[in-house]
């Protein structure tokens, strides 16, 4: 492996590293939307419960963007956004990258700001704590709102409203209209909650950013958004162990553990090459710079016809369940109505 002693020096890149941003290349992206723009099949997630802001976390920001990755994945919730930008600025500065435009940058909009006058406010807010003049994707995190206030978890229950679909979406569309965010979609959202904002919207929702995970596969979700021309992203694709929404389920699943040790890989690896043959893109999260890359390392084989069945026949069963948004005194009384059955 080449010495880097210069890290402004982009011909002095590892082979390794040159290797892995071919490949990379060859995963390069998905198109989704209604124009030319593609979604990178392999993004890095920055999601990490207590939702607090850290060096490490720009640091391996930075290093994925190093490695090859170039979609990242924040949200206004995660309190990310201000060390996004910094890696995005320190990458352009060390020659990681050459622009901008080289990056596929989504981020969220959060239920406290899930209003129709505070849309287009939220995404300037978010912009400015990005340092970025657009966003790739600009998602409704959770298809209902909080009081306006404080963005934070937890929250109230007193605070829980009903989302207004129509004129939120609305508001959507004005900041993809202005160029602030070139893809516009929606994250947790349902068959029937997709439904229902298609009834009205003028430009359908470019993705739903979903959990999915071979113990939650998310069938019918993804034959109605494929049906409908809208893309699935995949978060939690290991499960989300050790977060709020997460579950140990994934990562202890005798049935993957066992096809990981035949096929002399990670349970991560064998999650992550599931979800990737299932033609969807994947946010997976590590602040580990080894399973930064070990994550990579999911794009020059397949899962055998027999494996994939093995997986296909697991045992179904949602692991978020987003209890904090069901109430009796909230819009969703229960979390079949909050999820619409999907459970």
Wanted: aromatic share 8%; proline share 5%.
């Amino acid at each position: 492996m080449l010495i880097v002693n210069n890290p402004n020096d982009n011909s002095l890149l590892s082979t390794l590293e040159l290797s892995r941003s071919k490949k990379m290349a060859d995963i390069a992206g998905k198109p989704v939307g209604s124009g030319h723009a593609r979604i990178p099949l392999l993004g890095f997630g920055t999601a990490v419960f207590p939702f607090t802001a850290s060096e490490t976390m720009k640091e391996s920001i930075l290093h994925a963007i190093k490695l090859g990755y170039r979609h990242i994945d924040a949200a206004a919730i995660y309190n990310s956004e201000p060390p996004v930008g910094e890696a995005i600025a320190e990458a352009l500065g060390l020659g990681l990258i050459k622009s901008r435009a080289e990056l596929f940058i989504t981020s969220k909009l959060w239920c406290t700001d899930a209003h129709p006058d505070l849309v287009l406010p939220a995404l300037r807010r978010t912009l400015k704590n990005l340092g970025l003049e657009y966003l790739d994707l600009y998602l409704i995190h959770f298809p209902v709102s909080l009081k306006p206030g404080s963005c934070e978890v937890p929250f109230e229950e007193k605070d829980l409203l009903p989302l207004d679909f129509k004129s939120v979406w609305e508001a959507m569309e004005e900041c993809q209209s202005l160029g602030l965010s070139k893809l516009i979609g929606v994250s947790n959202f349902s068959c029937k909650k997709l439904q229902d904002l298609l009834v009205t919207a003028k430009i359908s929702p470019a993705v739903n950013q979903v959990e999915m995970n071979p113990l939650w596969q998310q069938k019918k979700l993804r034959e109605f958004c494929n049906g409908k021309g809208i893309h699935v992203t995949a978060y939690s694709p290991l499960g989300g162990r050790g977060t709020l929404w997460g579950t140990n389920r994934v990562l202890d699943c005798k049935v993957l553990q066992e096809i990981a040790q035949a096929k002399g890989k990670t349970v991560a690896q064998i999650c992550l090459r599931w979800a990737l043959e299932q033609d969807v893109s994947i946010l997976v999260k590590s602040f580990n710079k080894e399973r930064i890359e070990e994550n990579l390392e999911i794009l020059d084989w397949k899962l055998s016809p027999e494996e994939s069945q093995k997986i296909d026949d697991i045992e179904q069963q949602r692991g978020f369940l987003a209890p904090m948004f069901v109430s009796e005194h909230g819009p969703y009384k229960s979390l079949e109505d909050f999820w619409d059955g999907e459970l």
